[in-house]
């Protein structure tokens, strides 16, 4: 009896050690293998692995920024569960989207490559999260909350206002209806960056031929798209339509640079596309035609150091341009350094 006894326990042990090594070198060879033998394997994931060939990213690995099967425990092995049973139960999904949280996992991952520009985006006012956005006390009094707010906060949430934020209304108390939310990123990475879209990768210069570095470095934009929540797309940069801007009466001289455009997406006037209207701060006035990018920091949007690119210490008129009664410098100005004009400091002498 004994004998029998061990006899099991023995095979029992052999076949769990040859279960390991089985699971543990499938394993091993789906984290390492080329994205075509695996992720690509599953039809559902094709167009996202085959968008990725052709993008700036293309020599990472799927798990890089999406993780592994056990990358986050039981949570990876329920999710990623979950599509083999899809898969197998024919439940047809046009297109595979990430959920937010699943998205703004991957956002975290950010910070491992591209840590320069992620501490830049910590300090901006782009990393609010969703607490200050639909908490906000005076703006909530000023503007009532309504479906647009998420159009440029929370453009990710798969929901409605009404269900992150309660009461909807002007005179609060506001609460947060949904408490996971509260901290979350209302604007991460992938509000302006389509990680997937067609790129190249960053080359070394021809140092043989110092004078030609400059000339033949790429101007490009790429990765910069605007994600459109209603159509659950990114729209790139180039192809975002250019803004019609109107000032008593006569049309504003605008930027062409298409990263601009992207900023007006959220930066925008209102229906009548007056300047200086909703959120609109498209330079006029002495900066009219400037595009967003001369002066603000494209991941920290900090301009402090951007009248020095333009203007010497000393105006032709005598005055330290940093130090003149605008925005700039003193945060109450009313002469806004986005629609500043020359009579604004030279009253009486229509230099416009």
Not at 272 to 279: E, N, Q, R, V, W
Not at 280 to 306: F, I, K, Y
Request: glycine share 4%; proline share 4%.
């Amino acid at each position: 009896m004994k004998k029998k006894i061990s006899s099991i326990y023995l095979w029992s042990v052999i076949a769990a050690i040859v279960l390991f090594v089985f699971l543990g070198s499938g394993y091993s060879y789906w984290n390492s293998a080329s994205p075509d033998k695996t992720c690509a394997s599953c039809h559902e994931i094709q167009s996202s692995v085959h968008s990725l060939s052709t993008s700036s990213h293309r020599n990472l690995k799927c798990s890089n920024c999406h993780g592994t099967a056990l990358s986050n425990g039981i949570h990876s092995l329920k999710e990623k569960g979950m599509m083999v049973v899809n898969h197998v139960k024919e439940h047809q999904i046009e297109t595979i989207r990430m959920n937010e949280e699943q998205l703004l996992a991957v956002h975290d991952k950010c910070s491992k490559c591209h840590s320069d520009e992620f501490a830049k985006w910590q300090s901006s006012g782009h990393s609010i999260n969703y607490q200050h956005v639909f908490l906000n006390a005076k703006h909530n009094k000023t503007e009532q909350l309504n479906f647009d707010c998420l159009r440029c906060h929370g453009m990710f949430h798969s929901g409605t206002v009404e269900e992150i934020v309660e009461p909807i209304d002007k005179v609060g108390p506001w609460k947060m209806k949904d408490e996971r939310l509260t901290t979350l990123s209302a604007i991460p990475c992938m509000a302006c960056h389509q990680i997937h879209k067609n790129g190249t990768v960053a080359e070394t210069p021809d140092y043989s031929s110092p004078k030609s570095i400059f000339y033949l470095a790429r101007r490009t934009s790429e990765g910069i798209s605007f994600y459109d929540r209603q159509e659950k797309t990114y729209i790139a940069d180039v192809d975002l339509p250019e803004l019609k801007l109107m000032h008593q009466g006569k049309a504003v001289v605008v930027s062409d640079d298409p990263l601009m455009r992207n900023c007006i997406q959220c930066h925008a006037p209102n229906a009548h596309h007056l300047a200086g209207t909703s959120d609109d701060r498209t330079p006029r006035g002495v900066h009219e035609g400037l595009s967003c990018q001369a002066c603000h920091d494209p991941h920290s949007n900090d301009a402090r150091e951007s009248c020095s690119k333009c203007h010497p210490a000393l105006s032709n008129c005598g005055l330290d341009v940093t130090k003149m009664n605008t925005t700039f410098a003193d945060s109450t100005s009313r002469n806004n350094i986005h629609f500043v004009s020359c009579n604004d400091c030279h009253p009486g002498k229509n230099l416009n």
